[in-house]
């Protein structure tokens, strides 16, 4: 009686899906390729996705030389069709990015830390190093905000900058040697997608943090404080500055809030309106011009405002023989490579894809890696510590028309100028302007916009930015930096140790089959659970899988007894989604299968993909997986060809 | 003139889809949920997937609490309906195991580098406390080879077992102490789903690698060697052992080849006639007697073969004062009792899990790991070290008939028995016969077949068995499975990192679309670029992801520009296998179809599943990705419905 039930209310239905389906289109196995064809492709999807040999193809041996040539110094390339027009626009943005670039220089190095000269070698240097190997031509190189922040911070714990400034030099060199290295590899190993595990949420929440934490680090100068804390975080840094009220100096303060408030002004104006680009890119170098020429004047280092002092004169020293290769600091110096490497790195190569995508040209991520890095190694040798393309001065240089690398060259240029001459002029500086011009810079990298845009669309991804951001500010920078990303992999890992089933239904009137929570339309077919798994299937997730499914069809004996429905007679599994399988998961069916089968259930398989079919036809000898009456390529087909067949199987039995 | 050929060509195609489909549908979001409802889904199929609370659905006061106390306490569930005839069968398995139980518990110690007498303390406790707790019916527990192996190397690595024997045995407590508490709070916190990141591939490496590393060690005992290294690696043992020639006893090795002959013939003859299993099972109990009774009628212990010596006598004494939780050690033993721990969890979850799939009953993995866990942490306070649920015992306890957890009390009640009464009887046992026992157990871990079937089906999952395996044998036994595990969870990220996206094409006469590189007569839409993407979309493949669909482009464009193409009008996306996304992802949508729309090509999104489709919405204020020309439900809808837009266009303008 109810086997006959069944059969008829399958029958109403199969009436309907054989008007839109009749043909029964087979499974087949991928072509045949052998396992070293398959490792090569997969290799070179990994290393070369962008092919980078696609343009030698087809060409002469002289050609391809001077391809080569091109591809390894992008110079080459746009060097020969440089013209007068491009110098002017080049010329203009150079100057402009120059005049932010030497406060900047100045006011960065002191926060790594080092002698301000060290900040303007490294405006100097690395510029002309990357206008030959690098292919953005946006990009702005020197030392940036964060990179600064790291490896002050990193090479403090262990040696102090006062009491051992050499040694503490040496550290920093070391460093930018080892970071540039690092870079470079990760270049020529083509390993470059490793930046990609630091997402977005992640860089919004970590630059939210050191832009507070490298604020924080300015009250020394913004305040006029004497001992200032050696510690970074949000807690220590507040209460010793509270502690220390009476070395707060007035006249310091007053000068760094109007200064502050004049560049912040400058700031807005700039943003409001892009053509106005100038006004902020020049009002740091303004600025300390008027503090300096006011310090002067009235003798203010006399009551008490700090000034930087007398500074050396002269083009970068060579400092190779300052490198430290061995001693008890070469894993300190390893390790604050690595984390300023990575993080320059990650900051470099965003503001020149950015830039590229802006103005529609391609910037290879494996090339700019190398070039950044040469420009790391060679620094080393040249007393700069770490740079690399920093995202307020390249979008000035944009702003301000730059056309190709040459930008950088007058930039440098500029630099080699003030390192010659102009030096003395820095010495009535006052300290304040350099911490004034560092808060304002940093600030904009607290983007509130983006925090909320992402807490709109991803609560994930707003939990690991704030994870970011807390940690930079109550942790450590590379602690908050090591908890967001390990909570992004860790994401990705539940997504695949937890991956998706969802029950599939009918659209009426359709061979279209989808969600049934998520179309209401969507009706199951009586007889049949059709689920449809979103994931790949691997060693981490089978056990899930299995016991997940087996509750699937708990749940609709379940709810067929209840109802009073047809009984469960095909379990179809539709494996569209399921990119890849392992070994584990290959025994997963197989299991599946004979569970299912002592409850006279029958097991299908729709639509696995190339790979999973190989497999799944490889371990399965007996042939029972693959079997035609199993295995369809579309769950519409599977549908109707089952219910054809129960009917065929009734109607002889009546 | 080219666009009037492109639309004949697409007009041909076009006739021909408009039989299939008609109508089409329309993409909605899925039905709205709060966060905290979205949270609270995703929380429980991460957490509790298995709903462990839906038996007490619809039950009263009374019975909620009586089912309670049988889901805490399995023993209530089966000890109601326990019979004689249960009894029997469990009486009869119960003693086969213990015979085997007996001479391994001593073995096993010895592994550990702790006094043989704790091995049966630990053969005692423990099953008693799983027979009330644990819910497999098979699972004979006590101590294993491999939990005794890393145990004893990592505490040997600090401290000294023969110079310091006392505080040897208080680590080996207190590891085993945090052993437990780590295998239980794994399934109180329900985060047992992180033993699957133990892969198969993996344990099969491992279990043949440790094979090897405690066959090596027991050269010492098989050579009657002394002073034995202390070392475990392949290299080191052997060559240790071949420089110490002098010390081999002729009477020792005879000896042990003898037996272990035996014991190899006995095991070969159960595993050829599972019904024999009482000739392996009791093949290790019969040769320690003969081996006792010959070393004490020749006097042997005289002649260079070394004998266990005078054990204690008497139950297990409690051991809780000498659990350390504080003092310099506490590292080595969280450190140890962590992997001990969860090494001997897999093997423990394992075991259930395979018998429970023979016998067709289900065994709930978090409930099993709280079993072992309190055994553990109940063990630790009544001289026991680590124990588990040992594969070889297991299968002799299933092959000799066990019913019932009442085996593994039999079983305790006899290791008691031997412990009060018997225990003078070992002192003649020569360590020799102890050796060739252990070497006989661990070489049925080497599972060449296993092998064999990972290398036919995933080349990958090989490579990571290789690795775990010579990990092992020459690195360190934590070492290769760390390389191991790190190895699986790269590739798992790898394939994140680099998804398939391949190129779908029409089968023709159907409105399938499938893989033209997999079906061969799978044919392309002149003027469509019709692409898969088989992965969630997140941070880490964004970038790649981008760079791949614009290559495709360029790809098809390169070869339309040969072949005389009609030219490329629009990239469809069929998003069916994107069961993710993040914020990153959604962006790579916005930023492709501004890259493409210079290009004067469309991009078209087909089946964004619910959360995709949800996250893009909230993301396109602009409704730029979510218009009903550009999202559809189906590629062949999406084809028909441009086809004819593009037809209608051109027929106005003609």
Avoid at 203 to 217: D, E, K, N, R, T
Avoid at 278 to 300: D, E, H
Avoid at 373 to 381: A, F, H, L
């Amino acid at each position: 009686m109810e086997a006959n039930s069944t059969v008829s209310d399958l029958n109403s239905h199969h009436d309907h899906c054989v008007e839109i389906t009749m043909e029964v289109h087979k499974v087949v196995p991928p072509p045949h390729r052998s396992t070293l064809q398959k490792l090569k492709t997969r290799l070179k999807e990994t290393f070369f996705p962008d092919d980078p040999l696609r343009q030698f193809k087809g060409q002469t041996g002289k050609m391809r030389f001077i391809l080569g040539a091109q591809y390894v110094f992008p110079i080459l390339q746009w060097g020969t069709n440089y013209s007068l027009q491009l110098l002017k626009s080049d010329v203009v943005s150079g100057l402009t990015i120059a005049s932010l670039a030497i406060p900047q220089g100045i006011s960065y190095a002191k926060l790594a830390n080092l002698p301000p000269i060290v900040g303007l070698y490294s405006s100097f240097v690395p510029p002309l190093v990357y206008a030959v190997l690098g292919s953005s031509r946006d990009l702005a190189v020197g030392p940036v905000s964060i990179a600064s922040l790291i490896m002050g911070s990193m090479l403090r714990e262990e040696v102090s900058p006062s009491n051992d400034p050499l040694l503490f030099l040496q550290l920093a060199f070391s460093s930018t040697f080892f970071a540039g290295v690092f870079q470079a590899s990760l270049g020529i190993l083509r390993l470059g997608f490793i930046i990609d595990f630091l997402s977005k949420a992640t860089l919004i929440g970590f630059m939210a943090g050191a832009a507070i934490i490298v604020s924080l680090q300015q009250l020394k100068a913004l305040l006029g404080i004497k001992n200032f804390t050696k510690q970074m975080g949000l807690v220590p840094v507040l209460s010793s500055v509270f502690h220390r009220k009476n070395e707060w100096s007035w006249q310091t303060i007053l000068m760094g809030v109007c200064f502050l408030v004049v560049l912040l002004l400058a700031r807005h104006v700039s943003m409001r309106r892009p053509k106005l680009f100038w006004v902020s890119a020049g009002a740091p170098l303004a600025s300390v011009i008027l503090a300096t020429l006011l310090v002067f004047a009235f003798k203010a280092q006399n009551h008490g405002i700090s000034v930087i002092g007398k500074l050396q004169q002269g083009l970068n020293p060579p400092s190779w023989n300052m490198l430290q290769f061995h001693g008890s600091y070469l894993g300190l110096v390893m390790k604050t490579g690595l984390i300023t490497g990575i993080i320059s790195l990650t900051e470099g190569i965003a503001v020149g894809r950015t830039f590229a995508a802006l103005k529609n040209y391609q910037v290879d991520g494996n090339k700019e890696m190398i070039a950044i890095g040469m420009m790391n190694i060679v620094g080393s040798s040249t007393s700069c510590y770490v740079t690399t393309g920093a995202f307020s001065r390249s979008a000035v240089n944009h702003n301000a028309g730059a056309k190709t690398a040459v930008s950088n060259i007058i930039m440098a240029v500029t630099v080699m100028v003030t390192l010659l001459f102009l030096m003395p002029l820095f010495q009535y500086t006052p300290n304040v302007i350099l911490g004034a011009i560092i808060v304002t810079a940093v600030v904009g990298l607290i983007d509130i916009p983006a925090a909320y845009y992402i807490w709109k669309i991803d609560k994930f991804d707003f939990l690991v930015m704030l994870c970011a951001f807390f940690g930079v500010i109550f942790v450590s920078v590379q602690g908050g930096l090591a908890i967001a990303v390990g909570l992004s992999i860790f994401k990705i890992l539940m997504q695949i140790t937890r991956p998706k089933t969802v029950m599939v239904g009918n659209i009426p009137g359709t061979n279209i089959y989808r969600n049934i929570h998520h179309y209401k339309e969507a009706t199951g077919v009586p007889g049949f659970l059709i689920l449809s798994i979103e994931s790949p299937i691997n060693f981490a997730n089978t056990t899930y899988l299995n016991e997940r499914i087996l509750r699937w069809i708990e749940d609709y004996e379940a709810e067929q007894d209840t109802k009073k429905q047809s009984s469960l007679r095909f379990v179809v599994l539709d494996l569209s989604a399921v990119s890849s399988i392992d070994t584990s998961g290959v025994s997963l069916f197989k299991e599946l299968r004979k569970a299912v089968e002592k409850k006279g259930i029958e097991l299908v398989l729709v639509n696995p993909l190339g790979e999973v079919m190989e497999k799944l036809q490889r371990a399965d000898e007996a042939r029972d997986l693959s079997r035609p009456d199993c295995l369809f390529l579309t769950v519409g087909e599977a549908v109707a060809s089952l219910i054809s067949t129960i009917k065929g199987q009734s109607s002889t039995h009546i």
